[in-house]
């Protein structure tokens, strides 16, 4: 018994001057992963003294030609892997490169025309995509100006009455009871993907940043805090975008990592954190997609993903039999883009499963708290692809340009009943306040029901979300 105890007291003792010696002795730097650079991920942190960025490379002969012998043999390496990536390309079509920008700056000329000279002013300071998303956001807050015309005073009043009607009204479990135990633990596995996608900043808002780099030589690293986070081999961590990149507009960060417990290579997705995603968000104008109604914004960074991220991924899964998963998850707005580009994905799941060699190969999205997205008819195409976990009265995930636009209406309706009946009345009298509800009760669902509505709203991809209390 005595010697057990000494070895137990040694192990503490020796546990404990390890973490003394990690403390001020950092550790050597972890290196990158040599599989991913030749698969062609980019690999890039703001904190990292590698900046190679082949996403960003032009796809023209010239640039074909610049990789000259004094470019770092990991670029070089990189650049080849795209180049044979390109029949994956064309055998599943991924699209137009442009379509983002090119699509926004044909849908909001009308913004150009009516504003010309802060219209140019801006286009020499920033960059086409920029410019285009500069309008789209002008064009929403002239939509949602119009008619709006009140007083700080009356419109606060008008919040303090549409609360208390929302307040009113029952919240009945709107979602079905989970009984499959291996979705829940998936969906638990998952989230932290998703969550570490924000990097060490992220962790260190949550509290959690300093267990995870105690003893680190480079503890603002976003690649650290994640191979540390999820406990990754440094080689599994195949790639990540962490830097401001050459017309970042629609392009959240993120980074793919291999799960090998799962036998899955994931794709996670930033959400909101930097001003080009806040503004990616507000660039929430409808845009018609495969018969349904979508954020334009969100459709525009997973069309980005899609034609400059998923060829990779696809040929990486070429060349690793033993994967048999492709998980894409996000929060927030990583979470939306997330649903969408599943979409894109899924409609090529044939070719996928032949590329893979496997036709039981599984494409899956785990969504945590994403935003508005998709219109619900959309949403139920895919349904078998996409959960999403939305806490019970998360606005985010019922916020959307109509759902705004429908505010705006049921707040000038409810300063025009308080107005008729007097605002001190309906918030003393009971039966004001009765008559109050009731106007506001029919114009809800007047907006809810018609079928001509200028503001239909889309939602996140509801037939299989499930709601948290």
Same mark, same amino acid.
């Given at each position: 018994?005595?010697?057990?105890?000494?070895?137990?007291?040694?192990?503490?003792?020796?546990?404990?001057?390890?973490?003394?010696?990690?403390? =001020?002795?950092?550790?050597?730097? &972890?290196?990158?992963?040599?599989?991913?650079? @030749?698969?062609?991920?980019?690999?890039?942190?703001?904190?990292?003294?590698?900046?190679?960025?082949?996403?960003?490379?032009?796809?023209?002969?010239?640039?074909?030609?610049?990789?000259?012998?004094?470019?770092?043999?990991?670029?070089?390496?990189?650049?080849?892997?795209?180049?044979?990536?390109?029949?994956?390309?064309?055998?599943?079509?991924?699209?137009?490169?442009?379509?983002?920008?090119?699509?926004?700056?044909?849908?909001?000329?009308?913004?150009?025309?009516?504003?010309?000279?802060?219209?140019?002013?801006?286009?020499?300071?920033?960059?086409?995509?920029?410019?285009?998303?500069?309008?789209?956001?002008?064009?929403?807050?002239?939509?949602?100006?119009?008619?709006?015309?009140?007083?700080?005073?009356?419109?606060?009043?008008?919040? /303090?009455?549409?609360?208390?009607?929302?307040?009113?009204?029952?919240?009945?479990?709107?979602?079905?009871? +989970?009984?499959?135990?291996?979705?829940?633990?998936?969906? *638990?596995?998952?989230?932290?993907?998703?969550?570490?996608? #924000?990097?060490?900043?992220?962790?260190?808002?949550?509290?959690?940043?300093?267990?995870?780099?105690?003893?680190? @030589?480079?503890? @603002?690293?976003?690649?650290?805090?994640?191979?540390?986070?999820?406990?990754?081999?440094?080689?599994?961590? /195949?790639?990540?975008?962490?830097?401001?990149?050459?017309?970042?507009?629609?392009?959240?960060?993120? #980074?793919?990592?291999?799960?090998?417990?799962?036998?899955?290579?994931?794709?996670?997705?930033?959400?909101?954190?930097?001003? #080009?995603?806040?503004?990616?968000?507000?660039? *929430?104008?409808?845009?018609?997609?495969?018969?349904?109604?979508?954020?334009?914004?969100? &459709?525009?960074?997973?069309?980005?993903?899609?034609?400059?991220?998923?060829?990779?991924?696809?040929?990486?899964?070429?060349?690793?039999?033993?994967?048999?998963?492709?998980?894409?998850?996000?929060?927030? /707005?990583?979470?939306?883009?997330?649903?969408?580009?599943?979409?894109? =994905?899924?409609?090529?799941?044939?070719?996928?499963?032949?590329?893979?060699?496997?036709?039981?190969?599984?494409?899956? *999205?785990?969504?945590?708290?994403?935003?508005?997205?998709?219109?619900?008819?959309?949403?139920?195409?895919?349904?078998?692809?996409?959960?999403?976990?939305? *806490?019970?009265?998360?606005?985010?995930?019922? /916020?959307?340009?109509?759902?705004?636009? !429908?505010?705006?209406?049921?707040?000038?309706?409810? +300063?025009?009943?308080?107005?008729?009946?007097?605002?001190?009345? =309906?918030?003393?009298?009971?039966?004001?306040?009765?008559?109050?509800?009731?106007?506001?009760? !029919?114009?809800?669902?007047?907006?809810?029901?018609?079928?001509?509505?200028?503001?239909?709203?889309?939602?996140?991809?509801?037939?299989?979300?499930?709601?948290?209390?």
């Amino acid at each position: 018994m005595d010697s057990i105890s000494s070895a137990k007291s040694s192990i503490r003792s020796t546990r404990g001057f390890e973490w003394f010696h990690s403390l =001020v002795s950092p550790s050597k730097k &972890l290196p990158n992963s040599s599989s991913g650079r @030749r698969y062609g991920f980019s690999q890039n942190d703001s904190e990292d003294n590698h900046r190679f960025n082949p996403d960003g490379e032009t796809s023209s002969a010239d640039d074909d030609s610049s990789m000259s012998a004094s470019k770092p043999v990991t670029d070089r390496l990189a650049h080849g892997a795209k180049k044979r990536a390109q029949h994956i390309i064309d055998s599943v079509n991924f699209g137009d490169r442009s379509f983002a920008s090119q699509w926004m700056e044909d849908s909001f000329d009308d913004v150009a025309l009516s504003h010309p000279i802060v219209d140019k002013l801006i286009g020499f300071v920033v960059s086409k995509q920029t410019q285009a998303m500069v309008r789209a956001i002008i064009k929403t807050a002239n939509s949602f100006g119009q008619g709006f015309r009140v007083t700080g005073a009356k419109l606060f009043k008008s919040f /303090l009455l549409v609360q208390k009607f929302y307040e009113s009204i029952p919240k009945p479990v709107s979602t079905k009871a +989970i009984h499959d135990i291996d979705l829940i633990d998936n969906a *638990c596995h998952y989230f932290a993907f998703a969550l570490v996608a #924000y990097g060490w900043r992220g962790l260190c808002y949550l509290g959690a940043y300093g267990q995870y780099v105690r003893g680190a @030589r480079d503890r @603002r690293s976003n690649r650290l805090a994640i191979i540390r986070y999820l406990r990754l081999h440094p080689e599994d961590l /195949l790639g990540y975008e962490y830097v401001i990149r050459k017309g970042a507009s629609f392009q959240p960060s993120y #980074y793919i990592a291999r799960d090998r417990s799962h036998k899955a290579i994931v794709l996670s997705i930033r959400g909101t954190w930097s001003l #080009y995603d806040a503004i990616t968000d507000l660039v *929430c104008e409808y845009m018609p997609w495969k018969g349904g109604l979508v954020h334009s914004g969100m &459709l525009a960074a997973a069309q980005w993903f899609y034609t400059n991220i998923i060829p990779q991924i696809f040929r990486y899964i070429h060349h690793h039999s033993d994967i048999q998963k492709f998980i894409i998850t996000g929060h927030s /707005l990583g979470g939306g883009t997330a649903s969408l580009l599943t979409m894109m =994905v899924a409609d090529h799941i044939d070719e996928l499963r032949v590329l893979a060699n496997n036709p039981s190969f599984s494409l899956h *999205c785990f969504n945590y708290a994403p935003a508005a997205v998709s219109s619900p008819d959309l949403g139920k195409r895919y349904e078998e692809y996409i959960h999403s976990f939305i *806490c019970q009265d998360d606005v985010v995930g019922r /916020l959307s340009y109509g759902t705004a636009m !429908k505010l705006k209406e049921l707040v000038l309706d409810s +300063i025009s009943a308080y107005n008729t009946l007097g605002w001190r009345t =309906v918030m003393t009298d009971n039966t004001a306040k009765k008559v109050f509800f009731d106007i506001l009760n !029919k114009r809800r669902d007047y907006l809810n029901n018609i079928t001509d509505s200028t503001y239909p709203s889309v939602s996140f991809i509801e037939p299989m979300s499930f709601s948290f209390y």
